[in-house]
């Protein structure tokens, strides 16, 4: 399987022979289309902010779908986010709420069932797109069409690894930010499950593979510099 380095690669060849594609604000793009590799490191170009890091996550938990609630009242949230959000700052893409609450399914506790029920299924599953986004995505003046298709969760020789399908990513920011997220939650899930067998009988899981796959995977020309 390829690895990030291997990815790294491409965008480097990819830019240097010029081969570029225009996004819809007239913005070169680089683009791979339908990739897959293993996310065995946390940033394909550029260093993650942690900081941000942190307080996105913590934001996803409080299942608030206002981006103004990412920082404090005193700071701006980032220009992305405020992009995505209509003119109350609201989103559709808080991952907290797609996967933890009521609205949604509590998909986590699903999938955590699932796979103490079944350590072989092929079920465990964390949808985050939805049918209804043709018409969420554009309410209220939202430009948000959630990049997450979907998570998948396998128990295989006592290791959880997770399969991420995503409709589009962004190289620079969006990998490293998703990448974060996702970590946190496969490392809740091995948690919640070895608490749950450590009152029973020693069925411990450890972190496996992240395997990330990407319909269009890009680099945006304001990043050019970083591809390197």
């Not at 070169?28 to 996310?39: D, H, K, V, Y």
């Not at 942690?50 to 005193?74: G, K, P, Q, T």
């Not at 559709?92 to 506790?109: A, E, P, R, T, V």
């Not at 945006?220 to 510099?225: A, I």
């Amino acid at each position: 399987m390829m690895q990030v380095a291997d990815i790294r690669k491409h965008f480097i060849k990819e830019l240097k022979n010029e081969n570029f594609t225009t996004d819809k604000t007239g913005q070169r793009t680089i683009e791979m289309l339908g990739s897959s590799f293993s996310a065995n490191e946390p940033s394909i170009f550029g260093v993650p902010n942690e900081e941000y890091i942190n307080a996105e996550i913590l934001w996803y938990m409080s299942h608030s779908s206002n981006v103004n609630d990412i920082y404090d009242s005193d700071r701006e949230p980032p220009l992305a986010w405020k992009y995505s959000a209509n003119k109350y700052g609201e989103i559709n893409s808080n991952y907290g709420l797609l996967i933890y609450s009521d609205k949604y399914f509590q998909q986590y506790g699903m999938v955590l069932d699932e796979l103490i029920k079944n350590k072989d299924s092929r079920r465990a599953s964390m949808i985050y797109q939805r049918p209804s986004i043709w018409l969420d995505y554009e309410e209220n003046g939202k430009n948000d069409f959630i990049c997450t298709n979907a998570v998948t969760y396998y128990i295989r020789d006592s290791k959880l690894h997770a399969v991420v399908q995503m409709r589009s990513n962004d190289v620079v920011f969006g990998y490293k930010n998703d990448y974060a997220w996702q970590l946190y939650v496969l490392g809740q899930l091995i948690k919640d499950y070895n608490d749950f067998y450590s009152l029973y009988e020693d069925n411990e899981i450890s972190i496996g593979n992240i395997t990330w796959q990407v319909q269009n995977l890009h680099v945006y020309e304001k990043h050019f510099d970083l591809v390197k």
